[in-house]
Antibody
Framework: EVQLVESGGGLVQPGGSLRLSCAAS????????MSWVRQAPGKGLEWVST????????YYADSVKGRFTTSRDNSKHALYLQMNSLRAEDTAAYYC????????????WGQGTLVTVSS | EIVLTQSPGTLSLSPGERATLSCRAS???????LAWYQQKPGQAPRLLIY???NTATGIPDRFSGSGSGTDFTLTIRRLEPEDFAVYYC?????????FGGGTKVEIK
């Protein structure tokens, strides 16, 4: 059974940093691209970033480019999101998700971790 | 960037009724790379449909998708109590990946 468990969310001041983690199990982690998708409170879904299975390719939404960095450690079955220069508009639940083999859609999701950016 | 507009914003129906949700793209979605997700309060989204009309693993056959180009539809043939939720479309044919704003299906 695929399991994705996010951690690392919390309250941070504007301009601060936070690192999210996603622990994966139940599938061959290195074979799958992974993504981060966020959802502001009461709002819709927004794609944030995708990383290839090897970690050699990373892609970002314009809204986070230059501030967020996605990485992975395939030996630890772990996905990370380093978030710097955080803004109030980054407040959201952050989900990690597997990228389907049928294209850049998301077929398994974690339960999410909440990031609140506020002074 | 492809903008996806979902309508209606809210759909009020009774169990057993048919639900028809629309997702319209600002430009053609290449390859009909359009997915649908269901999200219940406090839960992560769940993939329902991919490639506009392919049902994801474990999804009941009362859910179906159709469409191509700029117009896509999710149909729920007979609403079950567990189907009342928010539904999102997502296109993955063009970068950046984008989602629609969602349609809430609520109990009438």
């Amino acid at each position: 059974e695929v399991q994705l468990v996010e951690s690392g969310g919390g309250l941070v001041q504007p301009g601060g940093s936070l690192r999210l983690s996603c622990a994966a199990s139940g599938f061959i982690f290195s074979s799958y691209a992974m993504s981060w998708v966020r959802q502001a409170p009461g709002k819709g879904l927004e794609w944030v970033s995708t990383i290839s299975g090897s970690g050699g390719g990373t892609y970002y939404a314009d809204s986070v480019k230059g501030r967020f960095t996605t990485s992975r450690d395939n030996s630890k079955h772990a996905l990370y999101l380093q978030m710097n220069s955080l803004r109030a508009e980054d407040t959201a639940a952050y989900y990690c998700a597997t990228v389907s083999t049928s294209g850049y859609l998301f077929d398994q999701w974690g339960q999410g971790t909440l990031v609140t950016v506020s002074s | 960037e492809i903008v996806l507009t979902q309508s209606p914003g809210t759909l009020s129906l009774s169990p057993g009724e048919r639900a028809t949700l629309s997702c319209r793209a600002s430009q053609s979605v290449s390859g009909s790379y359009l997915a649908w997700y269901q999200q219940k309060p406090g839960q992560a989204p769940r993939l329902l449909i991919y490639g506009a009309s392919n049902t994801a693993t474990g999804i009941p056959d009362r859910f179906s998708g159709s469409g191509s180009g700029t117009d896509f539809t999710l149909t729920i043939r007979r609403l079950e109590p567990e189907d009342f939720a928010v539904y999102y479309c997502q296109q993955y044919g063009n970068s950046p990946l984008t989602f629609g704003g969602g349609t809430k299906v609520e109990i009438k």
